[in-house]
């Protein structure tokens, strides 16, 4: 069976074919797109990013993300996790907010600082 993509890695776009019998990759101009191919034949990876709720915050959502991609077949079991947030202000860019979420070795940080109301 034969599997078409484009490529994003990188700007150029690559109109990738990969066979899935054989794990070979064309279209490729790079090793880059090869194994882009291949995982996403294989085992799919995103970057979730998403919004949490903040109590006392300048606002009341704080945006935060996976600091490294996880299975896509995670994704929604991801969201859930990040709906179950209820953090305190205040936040900064890069504070982890869910250590190691669903046991994949990705952390959810903040990825916005979020001050004290004031007032």
């Given at each position: 069976?034969?599997?078409?993509?484009?490529?994003?890695?990188?700007?150029r776009?690559?109109?990738?074919?990969?066979?899935?019998?054989?794990?070979?990759?064309?279209?490729?101009?790079?090793?880059?797109g090869?194994?882009?191919?291949?995982?996403?034949?294989?085992?799919?990876?995103?970057?979730?990013?998403?919004?949490?709720?903040?109590?006392?915050?300048?606002?009341?959502?704080?945006?935060?993300?996976?600091?490294?991609?996880?299975?896509?077949?995670?994704?929604?079991?991801?969201?859930?996790?990040?709906?179950?947030?209820?953090?305190?202000?205040?936040?900064?860019?890069?504070?982890?907010?869910?250590?190691?979420?669903?046991?994949?070795?990705?952390?959810?940080?903040?990825?916005?600082s979020?001050?004290?109301?004031?007032?």
């Amino acid at each position: 069976m034969k599997k078409e993509m484009v490529c994003i890695n990188c700007p150029r776009g690559c109109h990738l074919v990969v066979d899935t019998e054989t794990m070979t990759v064309t279209g490729n101009t790079c090793i880059r797109g090869k194994n882009y191919g291949i995982s996403e034949v294989t085992n799919p990876v995103r970057t979730v990013t998403s919004t949490a709720k903040i109590s006392g915050g300048e606002i009341n959502r704080v945006s935060v993300k996976t600091d490294k991609p996880i299975s896509k077949k995670l994704i929604f079991a991801c969201m859930d996790e990040i709906n179950k947030l209820s953090l305190k202000a205040p936040i900064n860019i890069g504070d982890i907010l869910i250590k190691n979420v669903l046991n994949t070795g990705s952390n959810i940080i903040a990825t916005k600082s979020v001050g004290k109301k004031n007032g």
